[in-house]
Every structure is written in structure tokens, then in C-alpha cells.
């Protein structure tokens, strides 16, 4: 066993180091296998071990326990608040190094897993860290969760000291050797964090039967994670990129949230002392980090490699994984020298990140480039010499204007030729409400075949809320076999006031044990009280809007909230100057009990916009929103046409249905998508 270098002894914890604890228990979750004839998440079978969430919806552990569940599912188990309920969710295993055990024994290194979970949950991350060799010789804490007597299991933290490795340092399949008195059964698989830096550095992958301690393995041996064949064409091609660029948006979105007051991983990074190398506080490092995470990932690890080359550093080759995200470049850099040097090699890293060839480009990239450029901009001018400063001044004008130089390897998505798409086959729900008898409805089914509609079936006695889809079912099933088409099923259009917009039909399910209606089909919502406008320019107005989003572009501006804080929808006069392009996003929208949201939501529909996306009010809606901003960006500009917005929320919620994580981000997504003369419907009929 070879010696690390050498440390100073640990004294207890302070007041520091005990919120790190708190926050590093929150994160760690135990891991069960399903019992056998139990959906995913109805019952837990076996124990299996312990785990922690690195980014929203993923959770790392080792091979060992994650492949034990069964088929790769795995129920994961957490805590939603300190002494809080537990939630059980179930869990897909994505990817495992190594993916099976070779013959018999204990797994081998790096036994390390990435779990996937299948629903959208709100949960706390960890901080992992980003440099390239993570433990050394010092103090360190670890999580998990062992039996507690009586049956009962408990999560558990203990500190304990790394003193070396069961082989070289310098070997490529490196296991830190950890010396602890009490390392239970059960706790593997649970996060290692340096208590120094305050941030996550490995995971336990076992326990020494004869001695007091155990091994781990460092999060940087991720990077071995299979590189994919196929040049990516999405983040989530790649789930080393995914799950890093998601867990450094997360770590960003918490700490600038100006609305949320718990403290954060840079909070208590910053109340130890920490310093993100020799040129960066916490607080600038989870900045930075979440801007590059906004950027597509490098086309390759030789690329990034390059682009570290130029600035003058490469990477110890020897026992350590090569760099494959930007966070890891920056990780690379923090070992320059100290003083303006160092900064300024950053700073020329995120200007190479910003003009870098990319795999893929998406509506947001512009914007994630931008966005890094003022963290460039306003970082040198508080910090570094007028000379420096013109410098980066003229590379992001190269950058911007250089013909041939603009992400050469991929162009803008042009998967479907940009023209007036053939108008749409609708099935129109109309549903009225009777003032005298409340939660009862009136209803009429119409198919809509281009510019004709055909009556299918009406209701006018009045049908209760929780009965419409049983008393619809057979009317929206024969609507719908007169207008889907092979593998293009009809838009069902929900027409109903703007006080039932809180109504979420996508979720109903023909019959009770199908799936939602919403991953069927596309769903959209018309409000019948978002009609001609007050004036003839007013109705003109509106229809111009319409027509310039069936050509094209479309773009998509938030409305409701700036800066991660909600703001009041413009006044309605200002919304009326809005570009004919504008898709209104609301990312606030409380429900129809919320008096802000309903009168924004009337002003955006009164200054004559037909097409407009939000998000249902949810209970574990979490406070940052940024996810949200940048992804409906990429989502309504790269449709291109509103005509194809519709498809694109179907395939988000079927992502959702799905456990795809990737499109959690837009779970409770909603679309107002009508055009500004309909053919009139007829009146409901009322009984003699």
C-alpha cells in the first residue's frame, strides 16, 4: 500500500462542516429491489444499499447494489425534508461500470452505477467536484444508510480518513483505502465529500471485514462512462454530458434563485474557506459552471484537449480519465499559478467554449453564449487589465462575425422543411359550464375534417367533473376514428372559458386503464371567451398573429417571470407591441384561485395572441425556474411553426410518461393554441 501526501488531523466538526453533513445526508437515498409482481414503485423487496442524487432525477451508487435489482429497476427511497415523509420512486439503471460482473467475486472497479429515475420528483443534489484527482490524505465524511435495530433502517454520516490505495496512486483502476470505525453494511454506494472543499469527491463501494474501514472510488472515474458512437445530436445522447450539465444547472439555478433562503452547497463552500483554484470563489465557480452547462458539450475529449493545449495545459495522462465535459477542463486549470495568470486563462477557456466547434446547436445556444460572454465581460473589467479586456473584446467579435467560423460542424435543425404545413385534423371538445349547477357541464363533440365540421354527439343535461371522461369516452373514441390518421392522430382541441384552464383533460384516460390522453395525442386548449377583439384593428391584429406563426419563426418569450423572480404579465397595451412572432410563456401560473395569474393570463389572451404555453400549478414545483426558461426556448423556437408546437408537447409528455429526464423538465406543460375565426359552433340545444 502506497502512502498519500501528507494532511493535518481533523478536530470535530464546526459550524460549517455540520451544514455540509446536513446537506450531504439529504441528498443520500437507500436503494431496494422491487418485490416480484409489484409495479416499480408498490412495494420494497430487499435492501440493497445506499446512493445520493448528483443531479435532478439521477442518483449515483455502485454497480454492486444497483445491478442487483430486478431487469436494472430498483426502487430509490428518500427523504423529501430533514424529518420529513419518505417517497419511493422507481429507478431505471443506465449505465454501470462495468456493466456485469466478470465470473465470481466482488465487482470490480470502479463499481459505479448511474440511476435513472421514471417520474419527476423534487429532491436535493449533491456538489460533486470537477477536478480530476479528488481524494487525497485528509478529513472526509461519508453517508448511507445501515439497519438501526428492530428491522428499521437509519441514514448515518461518520467522518473518516483516506491513508491510500489498495494498489499505485498512479493506477488507472485506483480504489482509496478509508479508515473509519463505523462502516456498516448497507453503506455502499453512498457519497464521500472533502471536508475542506466542501464538495463531493467519491463514493464507498465497500467495507473491510477486518479492520475499521473500508474503500471508495473516485467521481472522476465517471469519465470512463462509454463515449456514445454516434456523433450526439441531443444532450441526452450522451448521459456523462446529461447528467453533469444537469447537475451544474441545478447547483447554479439554487444558488442564484433570489427567492429561495436555504443555504446552498457555494454557501457553505464559502463559510469553509474554499476556493475554487487559485482564481474563483464558490460563488464564481457555480456561476460559471451553470453557463458552460447551458453551452452543448465538446464534439470530444481530443477536442477539449486542444483547447486546454492552447492555453498552454494538458492533463496528467497517468491513472487519471481524460477530461470529457467543460467542467472538466476548468478543473484541469485550477492547477495554474497563482494571481492575474490564472484568471486569465479561464477567461480565454469560456472564450474557447464560446466559438467552439459544436456536435449539435439549439435555439438556446445562441443565448448560453451570449450569457457566458457577460460573465466573461463584467469578470475581466472587475478584475483585469484594460489591455486583457480588448483582447476578449476581439476574439468575441472574431467569433461572432469571422465568416467560416460560426460551429462548423453542425447547422441549424432542419429536420422538416420550413412552409405552411397542410392545416391540421382537429377533434373539438366543447365544454360549457351551468351557472346553476356548479361542477356540471354541458358538452359537444365535433370532428373537424380541414375547413368542415361534423357534429359527432352533444350532452346538455349537465355531466359531473369527475364523470366526463366516462360519459365521453365512446364520443371522443368515434371522433377520433374519423380523423387519425396512420401514426398522425387528430389534435383534440379542449374549447372552454378561461376559468377552466386549471381543467387537465390531457390526463384523462380512454377507457380508465389506457394511457393519458395527452401521450396519445396531441392536446391543446381554446378559451371560448379569448374571441374578436374590441375593435376591427383589434380582430385584424389578431389575425395577422396567427398567420406570421404558421410561417414562421417562432419565438418564445417569458412573460411572468425575470430573474427567477415572478413578475405581473405587461400590461396589455405593451403586449400588443410585442413582435408577431412572440409565443407568451407563463412560467408562474398559479391556477384559477390565484387572482395575478388569472388576470395575467386574460391580458395575454386579450391582446390577441392564439397560441400560448404554461405550466399547471404543482405542489413540487421547485423554486428555480431556469431549466424551464431555457429548455421551452429550445422547444418553441426550434418548432420553427406553431403548427408543429402541438406534436412537440405531445412528445414531451409521452418523454414524461415515459421517465425520460431529459423532458421532466416540462412536466404540467399546457398549450392555448386557436385559431382567431374558427368556424362558429353551433349553440348547445337546451331541453324543452
Known sequence: MTQPPGGGAWQGPNGAESALMSLVKDATVRIHRPEPGYAPEGSDGDFLGSGFFIAPSWVLTCAHVAMEGRGRQVNVVYKTARGGDAVRVGGTVVAALPEERPGTGGWPAPDLALIQLVRPVEHPCVYLSERSTGM???????????????????????????????????????????????????????????????????????????????????????RT????????????????????????????DRHNNPVDDEETWA???????????????????????????????????RSLLDILGDLGYGYRTVGVPAPRGWRDGLGVLYDAREGDEALERILRYCMSAISAERPYVVPSTRLAEDALWDWVRETAEDRLRRPFRREMARLRNQGRYAPGTEHLRTPEPADEPVRPPKAPTFVVLHLEPRAWQPDHYDWRVVARLSAVDLPVTENYQGTRSDELPARLGASLGKAFRMCDEPDNPAILQVVVPSALL???????????????????????????????????????????????????????????????????????????????????????????????????????????????????????????????????????????????????????????????????????????????????????????
Not at 454506494?189 to 465497500?206: H, I
Not at 469553509?272 to 459552471?289: F, H, I, K, S
Not at 390526463?507 to 374578436?532: F, T
Request: glycine content about 10%.
Open 267 to 301: 454557501d457553505v463552500q464559502r463559510d469553509l474557506g474554499t476556493v475554487a483554484g487559485p482564481a474563483l470563489t464558490p460563488q464564481q465557480r457555480v456561476d460559471l459552471l451553470g453557463r458552460l452547462a447551458k453551452l452543448p458539450p465538446p464534439v470530444s475529449t
Open 502 to 688: 386549471d381543467l387537465e383533460v390531457e390526463k384523462w384516460q380512454l377507457p380508465a386503464d389506457s394511457l393519458p390522453l395527452g401521450v396519445l395525442r396531441p392536446v391543446v386548449v381554446r378559451c371560448a371567451d379569448g374571441g374578436p377583439g374590441l375593435s376591427e384593428d383589434a380582430d385584424l391584429e389578431r389575425e395577422a398573429r396567427w398567420n406570421r406563426l404558421r410561417r414562421g419563426p417562432t419565438r418564445a418569450a417569458v412573460l411572468d417571470c425575470d430573474d427567477e423572480m415572478r413578475v405581473p404579465v405587461p400590461v396589455t397595451a405593451k403586449l400588443r407591441g410585442l413582435p408577431y412572432e412572440t409565443v407568451p410563456v407563463l412560467c408562474r401560473y398559479g391556477g384559477r384561485h390565484d387572482t395575478q395569474s388569472v388576470v395575467g393570463f386574460a391580458r395575454v389572451l386579450d391582446a390577441g395572441f392564439g397560441v400560448v404555453l404554461w405550466r399547471r400549478p404543482k405542489a413540487e414545483r421547485p423554486a428555480s425556474c431556469t431549466e424551464f426558461h431555457l429548455r421551452v426556448v429550445d422547444t418553441v423556437d426550434g418548432a420553427v411553426v406553431a403548427d408543429r408546437l402541438p406534436r412537440r408537447i405531445q412528445e414531451l409528455r409521452k418523454g414524461v410518461r415515459e421517465g425520460r429526464p431529459d423532458m421532466f423538465w416540462s412536466d404540467g406543460i399546457a398549450l392555448v393554441y386557436g385559431d382567431p375565426q374558427p368556424p362558429p359552433p353551433d349553440p348547445l340545444l337546451q331541453a324543452p
Open 136 to 222: 487525497n490524505r485528509g478529513a472526509y465524511y461519508f453517508a448511507g444508510w445501515a439497519a438501526g435495530g428492530a428491522g428499521a433502517l437509519k441514514r448515518l454520516g461518520r467522518e473518516c480518513r483516506v491513508v491510500g490505495t489498495v494498489d499505485d496512486w498512479a493506477d488507472g483502476d485506483e480504489q482509496v483505502l478509508i479508515e473509519a470505525s463505523q462502516l456498516y453494511a448497507g453503506m455502499s454506494g453512498g457519497p464521500v465529500v472533502d471536508l475542506a472543499r466542501g464538495e463531493v469527491v467519491g463514493v464507498l463501494k465497500s467495507r473491510s471485514t477486518d479492520t475499521d474501514g473500508g474503500t471508495a472510488i473516485g467521481v472522476e472515474r465517471l
Open 225 to 252: 462512462l462509454p463515449v456514445p458512437v454516434r456523433a450526439a445530436t441531443a444532450e441526452s445522447d450522451d448521459p456523462y454530458q446529461a447528467v453533469f450539465h444537469a447537475h451544474d444547472r441545478y447547483h447554479a
